[in-house]
Protein backbone atom coordinates (compact mmCIF):
# COMPACT_ATOMS: atom_id res chain seq x y z
CA UNK A 1 0.00 0.00 0.00
CA UNK A 2 0.88 3.84 -0.36
CA UNK A 3 -0.32 6.51 1.33
CA UNK A 4 -0.57 10.11 -0.41
CA UNK A 5 -0.52 13.48 1.06
CA UNK A 6 -0.32 17.06 -1.05
CA UNK A 7 0.56 20.20 -0.21
CA UNK A 8 1.54 23.68 -1.97
CA UNK A 9 -2.37 24.45 -2.29
CA UNK A 10 -3.28 28.26 -1.71
CA UNK A 11 -4.73 31.48 -2.97
CA UNK A 12 -2.74 33.00 -6.46
CA UNK A 13 -4.10 35.82 -8.86
CA UNK A 14 -4.50 34.94 -12.52
CA UNK A 15 -0.90 34.41 -14.16
CA UNK A 16 0.70 33.13 -11.38
CA UNK A 17 2.08 29.78 -10.67
CA UNK A 18 2.44 27.39 -7.81
CA UNK A 19 4.03 23.95 -7.13
CA UNK A 20 2.16 21.15 -5.40
CA UNK A 21 3.62 18.05 -4.01
CA UNK A 22 2.80 14.78 -2.90
CA UNK A 23 4.72 12.66 -0.52
CA UNK A 24 4.08 8.98 -0.90
CA UNK A 25 5.16 6.76 1.77
CA UNK A 26 6.69 2.98 1.11
CA UNK A 27 9.14 1.99 -0.37
CA UNK A 28 8.14 1.20 -3.33
CA UNK A 29 7.48 4.48 -5.27
CA UNK A 30 9.07 3.62 -8.55
CA UNK A 31 6.34 0.63 -9.15
CA UNK A 32 3.45 2.96 -9.04
CA UNK A 33 2.55 5.12 -12.04
CA UNK A 34 1.09 8.06 -10.49
CA UNK A 35 -1.73 11.06 -11.37
CA UNK A 36 -3.03 14.54 -10.32
CA UNK A 37 -6.99 14.94 -11.02
CA UNK A 38 -8.93 17.98 -9.68
CA UNK A 39 -12.05 18.32 -8.61
CA UNK A 40 -14.20 22.09 -8.80
CA UNK A 41 -17.28 22.53 -6.71
CA UNK A 42 -20.38 21.08 -8.10
CA UNK A 43 -18.37 19.21 -10.66
CA UNK A 44 -16.96 15.63 -11.57
CA UNK A 45 -13.23 14.92 -10.47
CA UNK A 46 -11.16 15.32 -13.79
CA UNK A 47 -8.19 13.94 -15.19
CA UNK A 48 -5.72 16.68 -15.25
CA UNK A 49 -1.74 14.64 -15.85
CA UNK A 50 -0.04 11.54 -15.42
CA UNK A 51 3.66 10.30 -15.16
CA UNK A 52 4.85 6.59 -15.64
CA UNK A 53 6.68 4.67 -13.17
CA UNK A 54 10.08 5.82 -13.99
CA UNK A 55 8.91 8.90 -15.58
CA UNK A 56 9.99 8.21 -19.61
CA UNK A 57 6.10 9.63 -20.01
CA UNK A 58 3.72 11.98 -19.38
CA UNK A 59 0.30 12.88 -19.97
CA UNK A 60 -1.89 15.92 -19.71
CA UNK A 61 -5.94 16.91 -20.39
CA UNK A 62 -5.55 19.25 -23.05
CA UNK A 63 -6.73 21.98 -20.60
CA UNK A 64 -3.27 22.45 -18.79
CA UNK A 65 -1.34 21.46 -21.55
CA UNK A 66 1.67 23.49 -22.15
CA UNK A 67 0.97 25.41 -18.70
CA UNK A 68 1.56 22.51 -16.07
CA UNK A 69 4.06 19.88 -15.97
CA UNK A 70 4.23 16.71 -14.08
CA UNK A 71 7.17 15.08 -12.40
CA UNK A 72 8.71 12.80 -9.80
CA UNK A 73 11.50 12.09 -7.50
CA UNK A 74 11.61 7.89 -6.89
CA UNK A 75 14.47 8.85 -4.63
CA UNK A 76 12.31 11.19 -2.29
CA UNK A 77 9.32 9.35 -3.31
CA UNK A 78 7.64 12.91 -4.15
CA UNK A 79 5.37 13.92 -7.63
CA UNK A 80 4.96 17.30 -8.27
CA UNK A 81 2.61 19.49 -10.44
CA UNK A 82 4.27 23.14 -11.47
CA UNK A 83 1.61 25.16 -12.46
CA UNK A 84 2.26 28.51 -14.51
CA UNK A 85 -0.21 30.53 -16.00
CA UNK A 86 -2.88 29.90 -14.03
CA UNK A 87 -6.61 30.57 -15.00
CA UNK A 88 -9.66 30.76 -12.52
CA UNK A 89 -11.18 27.43 -14.16
CA UNK A 90 -8.28 26.01 -12.54
CA UNK A 91 -9.87 26.48 -9.52
CA UNK A 92 -10.07 23.28 -7.39
CA UNK A 93 -8.88 20.77 -5.14
CA UNK A 94 -6.14 19.01 -6.26
CA UNK A 95 -5.65 15.40 -5.81
CA UNK A 96 -2.77 13.12 -6.44
CA UNK A 97 -3.18 8.82 -6.95
CA UNK A 98 -1.58 6.49 -7.23
CA UNK A 99 -1.93 2.75 -9.35
CA UNK A 100 0.03 -0.15 -9.11
CA UNK A 101 -1.79 -1.97 -11.49
CA UNK A 102 1.09 -1.71 -14.49
CA UNK A 103 4.30 -2.31 -12.99
CA UNK A 104 4.89 -4.50 -15.66
CA UNK A 105 5.72 -1.52 -18.07
CA UNK A 106 7.81 1.47 -17.37
CA UNK A 107 5.43 4.04 -20.65
CA UNK A 108 2.05 3.50 -19.40
CA UNK A 109 0.04 6.72 -18.04
CA UNK A 110 -3.56 6.26 -16.43
CA UNK A 111 -5.74 8.86 -17.54
CA UNK A 112 -8.79 7.31 -15.77
CA UNK A 113 -9.70 7.60 -12.43
CA UNK A 114 -10.82 4.36 -11.96
CA UNK A 115 -7.16 3.41 -12.93
CA UNK A 116 -6.22 4.28 -9.22
CA UNK A 117 -5.74 2.69 -6.12
CA UNK A 118 -4.84 4.99 -3.65
CA UNK A 119 -5.55 8.83 -3.27
CA UNK A 120 -4.75 11.50 -1.40
CA UNK A 121 -6.70 14.15 0.41
CA UNK A 122 -6.95 16.86 -1.64
CA UNK A 123 -5.61 20.64 -1.77
CA UNK A 124 -7.08 23.24 -2.50
CA UNK A 125 -6.02 25.94 -5.77
CA UNK A 126 -7.96 29.13 -5.81
CA UNK A 127 -7.02 31.46 -8.72
CA UNK A 128 -8.58 34.63 -8.20
CA UNK A 129 -9.05 36.92 -11.75
Known amino acids: QVQLVESGGGLVQAGGSLRLSCAAS????????MGWFRQASGKEREFVAA????????SYADSVKGRFTISRDNVKNMLYLQMNSLKPEDTAVYYC??????????????????????WGQGTQVTVSS
Open 97 to 118: AATGRYSSTYTYTALNSYEYDY
Open 26 to 33: GRTFSSYG
Open 51 to 58: ISRRATRT
